[in-house]
C-alpha cells in the first residue's frame, strides 16, 4: 500500500519568499473564499427560516434539532415540544414537525401528494442501490414493494411462526444453561444485548432460512452491536441535519459505511448475508423462507442483497428496543407485571396462549423524524402555509403522549386503559389507530410489521410466564441514548424459575 507524508518540502510556505507576493494574495484569496461561502450558507440558511418563520418553535432554530439529536433524550424532549408549541413546530431551518393523526394520515395516504424527504434517501447502504426504506421515486418504490409483498406475507414460504418458535426455544434455553440466579448466586443478564441477538436471529432465520447464531454463540459476533452502538447517533446526525444528508454516499465519507468484506462490525454480518444470496442463487436450490419469495418475484442480486440489509439493521433494532423498553415498563410496575403474568397463567391453563392482545399495548414506539416533502403548490397544516418544499416529520413519540387521545395519564405506563370499557368503543378505536401510526401507513407502511409483532407476542409472554425476573440495578435500571434511534446498554436482569411456571 501507498502512503504519502505532507513534509515541509511539500508545503506552500516557499510562496512567502516570492517577489510578487503570492503568499499574501494566496492568503487574501482564501479568506475572501471563506468569506463567500459562509455569507451564502448563512443567507441560505436564513430564507429558509424567514419562510418559515411564522410557525412557532425554538428561538435558535437552526440548532435546536443538532440538540435534540445530540443530547439523546428524544423520549422526553419530543412530548415536551408538542406541549409547549402545539401541534406543528419548527425544529429546523425548513423542517417543521406535527403531531396530530389527521395530518398523519393526510401525509401518508396512498395519494398523497407528498413525497419522501431526505431522512429515507439517506438511508442507503453500499453499493447504493435503492431498498425498499430508501427509495424515494414513487412508481419504483410500488413495484419494489410489489416484489416484496408475497415474502412479508408469510404466506409464500409457511409462515414466520416456525422459525420464531425455534428461536425463542433457543433464547429460553440459554437462559435455563447460565442464567438462572438463586439464593446466593446471582448470574446477571444483559436484556439489551440479548434482546438484539434474538432479532437478530430471527431476521435471519426467516429471510433467509439460517440464524446468525448470536443466541447461540452468546456472543456479539463480528461486534456487530459494538459497531452500530457506535454508527447510529452519527447516521442520526447525517439524516436529519440540513447539508449534512446524504453525506454517507459521497466519497471519502461512504468509506465509513459498513462494507461487506469488513472483517469486523456490521459489514462482517453484511457479508454473511450477501453469502447466503449467493448459495441460494448459484446452487440453484429453493429454500422456504423470505428470500426464495424475493427470488420467485424477480429482484436481481444486489435488490436482494439490499433489502436483506435493510432486514437485518431496521428489523433487529426496533423490535430489540420494543422488548427491552416493554420488558422495563413491567418491571418497574410490579402490580401490572403480577396482574399479567397471573393472566397470562390463565390463558396457559385454558389452552389460549398462542397470542396475546395485552403485551403489545406496553410498547413504547420507535422513532424517525421520517419527513415528507411539502408538495409545490404549499400545503396548509394545522392552520399555518407552509410553503413547497418544506419537510415536514412526524413526531411520533409526541403523537403517543397526546392526551386526548390516551387520557390525561398518557405519560403514565398503564396498559389497564386498553380494557376499559370492555376494551371496545370509540375510544380504544382511536387509541389503536394512533398506535398503528408506529409502523407507518399508506403506502410507506412498514412492511415486516407481521413479524415484529409475532416476536413479541412469543417472547415476552413466555419470560412472563417461566420466570420471575428483577432489574439487578433499580437505580440505574439502564444506559440509553436516544437521538431517532436508540442505543441501549447494561439492563440487566435477573431470573428466577417460578414454580407455576408452565413450558410451551
Keep these: 500500500m501507498l502512503s504519502f507524508t505532507l513534509t515541509p518540502r511539500c508545503s506552500l510556505s516557499f510562496l512567502g519568499n516570492h517577489p510578487s507576493g503570492l503568499a499574501a494574495l494566496f492568503a487574501r484569496g482564501a479568506a475572501s473564499g471563506i468569506a463567500a461561502l459562509l455569507l451564502s450558507a448563512s443567507s441560505y440558511a436564513f430564507y429558509k427560516w424567514y419562510r418559515l418563520s411564522h410557525v412557532p418553535g425554538p428561538f435558535w432554530t437552526p440548532y435546536s434539532l443538532f440538540k435534540l439529536l445530540s443530547r439523546g433524550r428524544m423520549y422526553e424532549d419530543l412530548p415536551a415540544l408538542d406541549r409547549k408549541y402545539g401541534p406543528l413546530v419548527r425544529i429546523g431551518p425548513n423542517i417543521v414537525m406535527y403531531s396530530d393523526p389527521e395530518t398523519f394520515g393526510r401525509v401518508v395516504g396512498v395519494r398523497s401528494p407528498y413525497t419522501k424527504g431526505s431522512f429515507y434517501s439517506s438511508v442507503a447502504i453500499p453499493p447504493l442501490v435503492s431498498n425498499v426504506f430508501s427509495v424515494t421515486d414513487a412508481e419504483e418504490h410500488k413495484a419494489l414493494r410489489a416484489k416484496l409483498a408475497g415474502g412479508y406475507s408469510g404466506r409464500e414460504h409457511g409462515g414466520f411462526e416456525p422459525a420464531i418458535d425455534t428461536i425463542v426455544a433457543t433464547f429460553i434455553s440459554l437462559i435455563e444453561s447460565r442464567y438462572i440466579s438463586a439464593p446466593g448466586a446471582s448470574r446477571p443478564f444483559d436484556m439489551a444485548k440479548r434482546a438484539q441477538f434474538f432479532s437478530l436471529d430471527v431476521v435471519s432465520a426467516v429471510s433467509h432460512g439460517r440464524p446468525f447464531g448470536f443466541l447461540r454463540r452468546d456472543e456479539d459476533l463480528h461486534?456487530?452491536?459494538?459497531?452500530?452502538?457506535?454508527?447510529?447517533?452519527?447516521?442520526?446526525?447525517?439524516?436529519?441535519?440540513?447539508?449534512?444528508?446524504?453525506?454517507?454516499?459521497?466519497?471519502?465519507?461512504?468509506?465509513?459505511?459498513?462494507?461487506?468484506?469488513?472483517?469486523?462490525?456490521?459489514?462482517?454480518?453484511?457479508?454473511?448475508?450477501?453469502?447466503?444470496?449467493?448459495?441460494?442463487?448459484?446452487?440453484?436450490?429453493?429454500?422456504?423462507?423470505?428470500?426464495?419469495?424475493?427470488?420467485?418475484?424477480?429482484m436481481s442480486r444486489y435488490e436482494l442483497e439490499q433489502e436483506l440489509y435493510v432486514e437485518t439493521l431496521a428489523g433487529s433494532d426496533t423490535v430489540a428496543t420494543a422488548i427491552r423498553m416493554t420488558l422495563l415498563c413491567l418491571l418497574t410496575s410490579p402490580a401490572t407485571y403480577a396482574k399479567l403474568q397471573s393472566e397470562l397463567d390463565a390463558a396457559a391453563a385454558a389452552g389460549a396462549i398462542s397470542r396475546r392482545a395485552g403485551?403489545?399495548?406496553?410498547?413504547?414506539?420507535?422513532?424517525?423524524?421520517?419527513?415528507?416533502?411539502?408538495?409545490?403548490?404549499?400545503?396548509?397544516?394545522?392552520?399555518?402555509?407552509?410553503?413547497?418544499?418544506?419537510?415536514?416529520?412526524?413526531?411520533?413519540?409526541?403523537?403517543?403522549?397526546?392526551?386526548?387521545?390516551?387520557?390525561?395519564?398518557?405519560?403514565?405506563?398503564?396498559?389497564?386503559?386498553?380494557?376499559?370499557?370492555?376494551?371496545d368503543g370509540?375510544?380504544?378505536?382511536?387509541?389503536?389507530?394512533?398506535?398503528?401510526?408506529?409502523?407507518?401507513?399508506?403506502?410507506?407502511?412498514?412492511?415486516?410489521?407481521?413479524?415484529?409483532?409475532?416476536?413479541?407476542?412469543?417472547?415476552?409472554?413466555?419470560?412472563?410466564?417461566?420466570?420471575?425476573?428483577?432489574?439487578?440495578?433499580?437505580?440505574?435500571?439502564?444506559?440509553?441514548?436516544?437521538?431517532?434511534?436508540?442505543?441501549?446498554?447494561?439492563?440487566?436482569v435477573r431470573f428466577t424459575r417460578r414454580e407455576t411456571g408452565q413450558g410451551p
Excluded at 442520526?236 to 446524504?246: D, E
Excluded at 436450490?285 to 420467485?296: V, Y
Excluded at 412526524?394 to 386498553?418: S, T
Excluded at 403506502?443 to 409475532?454: D, E, H, K, S, V
Design 359 to 423: 403485551v403489545p399495548a406496553a410498547v413504547p414506539p420507535a422513532t424517525g423524524l421520517m419527513t415528507k416533502v411539502v408538495p409545490p403548490g404549499g400545503d396548509t397544516v394545522q392552520g399555518y402555509e407552509l410553503p413547497g418544499g418544506t419537510e415536514l416529520a412526524v413526531n411520533i413519540v409526541g403523537l403517543m403522549h397526546r392526551r386526548d387521545i390516551f387520557g390525561e395519564d398518557a405519560d403514565v405506563f398503564r396498559p389497564e386503559r386498553w380494557l376499559e370499557g370492555g376494551g
Design 426 to 492: 370509540a375510544r380504544v378505536r382511536r387509541m389503536v389507530s394512533a398506535v398503528d401510526m408506529v409502523f407507518g401507513g399508506g403506502r410507506n407502511t412498514c412492511p415486516g410489521r407481521t413479524i415484529a409483532l409475532i416476536e413479541i407476542n412469543k417472547l415476552i409472554p413466555e419470560l412472563l410466564r417461566r420466570y420471575d425476573m428483577a432489574i439487578v440495578r433499580p437505580e440505574k435500571p439502564m444506559r440509553l441514548f436516544h437521538g431517532v434511534f436508540w442505543v441501549t446498554n447494561d439492563f440487566f
Design 223 to 298: 461486534g456487530f452491536l459494538a459497531d452500530t452502538d457506535m454508527y447510529w447517533p452519527l447516521l442520526a446526525l447525517v439524516v436529519c441535519i440540513p447539508g449534512l444528508t446524504g453525506l454517507f454516499s459521497r466519497w471519502p465519507f461512504r468509506l465509513a459505511m459498513p462494507l461487506v468484506d469488513d472483517e469486523s462490525g456490521a459489514g462482517a454480518v453484511f457479508g454473511f448475508v450477501r453469502d447466503s444470496v449467493t448459495e441460494r442463487l448459484g446452487s440453484g436450490k429453493r429454500g422456504e423462507d423470505m428470500l426464495q419469495s424475493f427470488i420467485d418475484a424477480g
